[in-house]
T-cell receptor
Framework: ETGVTQSPTHLIKTRGQQVTLRCSSQ?????VSWYQQALGQGPQFIFQ???????GRGNFPPRFSGLQFPNYSSELNVNALELDDSALYLC???????????????FGSGTRLTVV | AQSVTQLGSHVSVSEGALVLLRCNYS??????LFWYVQYPNQGLQLLLK??????LVKGINGFEAEFKKSETSFHLTKPSAHMSDAAEYFC????????????FGTGTRLLVSP
């Protein structure tokens, strides 16, 4: 059983640029969530995807967008990067919805994004 | 709305001493509660979770937590600290019904001295 893998592990971007972060869900998981963890803070919920549809969103602007693919892998896209977007971005997969719902979210190791 | 308060941004213990990390939550509906651990430059690892049933929950690495509804608490304990327990610990809450997302506290860094 593979875990959640994220790529890249580290990334440096310039203010105003766009970035795409990738996540491969744990085998058998159909729901993926993205979290932003600023330095010294707890993770903050960005959004969640289930069956390729966004089904929940936190307090993040529209320049944060995502995709979930048929194989349940996912992307997080951030446009017009700002300095405050510098953070660790965490992907979490789970078995959401239905009778076999599992509340044990499995997190990846994250992508450290630095905006300069 | 849901929220989590973790008392103490840093907790220091000696190896072999009791570990107690405090977590209080606020939730408008019955909560599900979680403790995660984060080692440097790594993601979050689930230590334990409370959803339904027994209020004393045992997790990995000898940790346990007790859900106390009357105190809105879910404190994490371990009888004897080990050097390898040094890490950042996050308490999180989610709803038990409807759309679920994890709401995290700000974390507690556990320092273990020899």
């Amino acid at each position: 059983e593979t875990g959640v893998t994220q790529s890249p592990t580290h990334l440096i971007k310039t203010r105003g640029q766009q970035v795409t972060l990738r996540c491969s869900s744990q085998s058998g998981h159909n729901t993926v969530s993205w979290y932003q963890q600023a330095l010294g803070q707890g993770p903050q919920f960005i959004f969640q995807y289930y069956r390729e549809e966004e089904n929940g969103r936190g307090n993040f602007p529209p320049r944060f967008s995502g995709l979930q693919f048929p194989n349940y892998s996912s992307e997080l896209n951030v446009n017009a990067l700002e300095l405050d977007d510098s953070a660790l971005y965490l992907c979490a997969s789970s078995l959401g919805q239905g009778a076999r719902r599992d509340y044990g979210y499995t997190f990846g190791s994250g992508t450290r994004l630095t905006v300069v | 709305a849901q929220s989590v308060t973790q008392l103490g941004s840093h907790v220091s213990v000696s190896e072999g001493a009791l570990v107690l990390l405090r977590c209080n939550y606020s939730s408008s509906v019955p909560p599900y509660l979680f403790w995660y651990v984060q080692y440097p430059n790594q993601g979050l690892q689930l230590l334990l979770k409370y959803t339904t049933g027994a209020t004393l929950v045992k997790g990995i690495n000898g940790f346990e937590a007790e859900f106390k509804k009357s105190e809105t608490s879910f404190h994490l304990t371990k009888p004897s600290a080990h050097m390898s327990d040094a890490a950042e610990y996050f308490c999180a809450v989610s709803k038990s019904t409807g759309f679920q997302k994890l709401v995290f506290g700000t974390g507690t860094r556990l320092l273990v001295s020899p």
